[in-house]
């Protein structure tokens, strides 16, 4: 394993989520209407005289999703085999790697720094709301179901990355 590389990669990842991320955001402020605290979501609908619809997974959504997932199997999968990963047990470490510091990064950084700091990314109506936007273990509690999720996907990515290369 070439840690040089890991970390390279790792921070391109992180620069290239939140980038993304913050993209969505300004175009629309409402795009991770779900992952803001309930009391954040409760006072946007009030104050914005809106009603909260669960969007129905569409054929066209589903099918963004599962070329979106692919994609990032196998980009994780090349990413492990740069970084020097030669056998599955070490792909499975760096790909489960790549998943655990995007997620920290996502919610030590983004979530407690950034949106919660930032005014102008804050859902209308709710900017004045300092208490909610700093909820730390709201976010943290968010990452405990993703653990199996990334056990699975660590196990296919590493899996592809050895049978490919």
């Not at 979106?68 to 470490?93: E, K, P, Q, R, T």
């Not at 996907?153 to 490919?164: D, E, R, S, T």
């Amino acid at each position: 394993m070439n840690i040089e590389v890991y970390i390279i990669e790792c921070i391109i990842m992180c620069i290239i989520f939140g980038v993304f991320v913050f993209g969505m955001l300004f175009m629309n402020p409402v795009s991770f209407i779900s992952d803001y605290p309930p009391e954040i979501q409760a006072r946007y609908f009030e104050t914005q005289e809106k009603e909260y619809k669960k969007e129905k997974l569409t054929a066209v959504m589903m099918v963004k999703k599962i070329i979106a997932l692919i994609v990032f199997v196998f980009v994780f999968a090349w990413m492990a085999h740069i970084a020097g990963a030669d056998n599955f047990v070490s792909a499975l470490s760096m790909t489960y790697g790549y998943m655990v510091i995007i997620v920290a990064f996502d919610t030590f950084f983004l979530d407690w720094v950034l949106f919660a700091n930032i005014k102008k990314i804050r859902l209308p109506g709710t900017e004045d709301m300092e208490k909610e936007y700093h909820q730390k273990w709201f976010h943290v509690k968010a990452c405990f179901p993703m653990i199996p999720v990334f056990v699975v996907g660590g196990l296919l990515i590493a899996g592809i990355m050895v049978w490919i290369w």
